[in-house]
């Protein structure tokens, strides 16, 4: 078992930052490969980004390329998310995810452990 807890959100104005961070617990993270979903009112839950704790292989949804940043840190077991120029539709609940399966990285479903998510709100 996986225990994820996401803390960082907020609200912020356009153009501005936030960085999102997921503590990790249960397991050694090491075959794991670690993944942000948002999901804003009315919608569908969507990949962010996501990366191979062993090796840093990270991956972004076309939304967010260029201004998140995935990243982990092992001593701290602790996934992280930098968000700059944020705009009004990154507004949603942050998701932080985890699954050993190396498959499939952008469907959320494949994703066994959920953290209970952390708001973001970006005001015009």
Do not use: H
């Amino acid at each position: 078992q996986v225990q994820l807890v996401e803390s960082g959100g907020g609200l912020v104005q356009a153009g501005g930052s936030l960085r999102l961070s997921c503590a990790a617990s249960g397991r050694s993270l090491s075959t794991y490969v670690m993944a942000w979903f948002r999901q804003a009112p009315g919608k569908e839950r969507e990949f962010v980004a996501c990366i191979r704790w062993r090796g840093g292989e990270s991956y972004y949804a076309d939304s967010v390329k260029g201004r998140f940043t995935i990243s982990r840190d092992n001593a701290k077991n602790t996934l992280y998310l930098q968000m700059n120029s944020l705009k009004p539709e990154d507004t949603a609940v942050y998701y932080c995810a985890a699954d050993e399966v190396f498959t499939n990285l952008r469907v959320a479903g494949q994703y066994d452990y959920w953290g209970q998510g952390t708001q973001v709100t970006v005001s015009t």
